[in-house]
């Protein structure tokens, strides 16, 4: 029983992995206004109703790992090791969400095109905020929970935003300039630490 629900899980994630590259692909070669749904499923080779199945809309797909990264974020921030300092927390709960599921979008080439598209594309700039905000949100109250007496109301939420933008604007940043998964990384290391040096 174990093993049929493990095969079923690997069987959903390739699937769901398939109709990422897919997307990719498809926003690539032909723009992300001109490609569908059902081309997506079509060239992933399920239905639309599998796509459905992972992905609530075509903005869902550039945002596929969102979660996890929250997730893992949210993991590292609830097991805080004993004597653990608030910046030494923020920084490893911004690793787990970098290192960890960041590199499957900077491999795929996600990370470039979501990067690209949200200049110019209005309902992925709306989900894009919509997203960050949640997230930035649960941070916070996960932060705050930890720290009842370094963190309140006004100032978790202003510095899991600091953390956020700097990490999120370094990135982008050296996505836009065309630089390789190596030096993207790098950038976004170089402004996690500047945020965390400004944490007494």
Avoid: C
């Amino acid at each position: 029983m174990v093993e049929k629900a493990g095969l079923r899980e690997r069987k959903k994630q390739r699937t769901r992995q398939a109709l990422i590259e897919a997307a990719v692909l498809l926003f690539e070669d032909r723009g992300y206004d001109r490609v569908t749904v059902a081309e997506i499923a079509a060239a992933a080779e399920v239905s639309p109703r599998t796509f459905f199945l992972h992905f609530q809309t075509k903005e869902d797909v550039l945002l596929a790992n969102a979660d996890v990264r929250v997730d893992l974020a949210l993991e590292v921030i609830g097991e805080r090791r004993a004597g653990e300092r608030l910046p030494e927390v923020l920084v490893r709960a911004m690793e787990q969400m970098i290192f960890n599921a960041w590199d499957r979008d900077l491999s795929s080439g996600l990370a470039a095109l979501r990067a690209r598209l949200a200049a110019s594309e209005p309902a992925l700039q709306a989900r894009l905020l919509q997203r960050y905000l949640t997230a930035q949100a649960e941070l916070s109250e996960a932060l705050r929970r930890e720290f009842p007496d370094r963190l309140d109301v006004t100032t978790a939420p202003a510095l899991v935003g600091a953390m956020v933008g700097a990490v999120g604007a370094a990135a982008v940043g050296a996505l836009r300039r065309g630089e390789g998964p190596d030096e993207v990384r790098n950038a976004m290391r170089t402004a996690m630490a500047l945020v965390a040096r400004a944490v007494p």
